[in-house]
């Protein structure tokens, strides 16, 4: 029987220096074909295009709402 | 995804062996692993059992890192840490990260427990990929027919949506 050893010392992190695998390699390891990758790929572009567009059209009815700016009144 | 590591569950695995050996083969051929025990409870169908797969592949966990510290480094969650020192107090001294049962608290957690060489990526980062692949989930699971996100194509989708994610908002291309 090996030595007993503290497997996780307390709140240690585990340091990770990995990369992002390349998608096409990501998608060929998970068995997804090029084609559901690409269905996913513009899945996800449309997910953060209208996120930016839902924080745009926050920012901007914020903004009017604060009224016009001090430069913008002179 | 956003910390750069590649997860992998026993129900992805190909073929007919039987879990337990995939389960095995999963731990021994990870770097590192998460158990998370928070869903250790009273099921609502009769007989009411608890699910104790967790806190098992725990076990053969911490065996393995035992044979081989080197080679593996594994990571308790729970909701609340107390529960663990009651209902598994075997695990006392080690630590346990408490998520409080919520993403934003798991997500908090992971990013306690792992750290990037190179660029830690923030919380409204972690929460932004979280978001989104929330988002695609109904789309995925439409596509798949499937109900769970449990099932394996519906897993693979998921890990390949948070990366493809994470790298949108890392701005990486």
């Given at each position: 029987m090996p030595k007993r050893q503290t497997?996780?010392?307390?709140?240690q992190p585990i340091v990770v220096s990995g990369k992002f695998m390349p998608s096409a390699e990501l998608a060929k390891m998970l068995g997804i074909s090029a084609r559901r990758a690409k269905e996913l790929d513009r899945l996800v572009e449309d997910i953060q295009r209208q996120d930016r567009l839902r924080l745009a059209k926050k920012s901007a009815s914020k903004k009017r709402q604060n009224g016009p700016s001090r430069v913008a009144v002179r | 995804m956003l910390v750069?590591?590649?997860?992998a569950r026993s129900l992805e695995l190909p073929g007919g062996e039987r879990r337990l050996d995939r389960i095995v083969e999963l731990i021994l051929g990870c770097r590192y692993s998460?158990?998370?025990?928070?869903?250790v409870e009273l099921d609502l169908r009769r007989p009411r059992t608890?699910?104790?797969?967790?806190?098992?592949?725990?076990?053969?966990t911490?065996?393995?890192?035992?044979l081989n510290p080197k080679q593996h480094t594994w990571c308790v969650f729970e909701k609340d840490y107390r529960r663990v020192l009651k209902s598994l107090g075997d695990l006392a001294g080690t630590d346990v990260y408490g998520h409080d049962g919520t993403p934003s608290g798991v997500l908090r957690e992971i990013a306690n427990a792992l750290i990037l060489e190179r660029r830690q990526p923030e919380m409204r980062n972690l929460q932004a990929v979280y978001g989104d692949v929330e988002t695609g989930l109904p789309s995925i699971l439409e596509r798949r027919g499937a109900k769970s996100c449990y099932e394996a194509a519906v897993f693979r989708d998921l890990v390949y949506t948070a990366q493809r994610a994470a790298i949108?908002?890392?701005?990486?291309?």
């Open positions: 497997v996780i010392p307390k709140r | 750069r590591i590649d997860p998460f158990h998370d025990l928070s869903r608890p699910r104790m797969n967790m806190p098992f592949e725990l076990g053969l911490v065996m393995a890192s035992y949108g908002r890392l701005g990486i291309s």
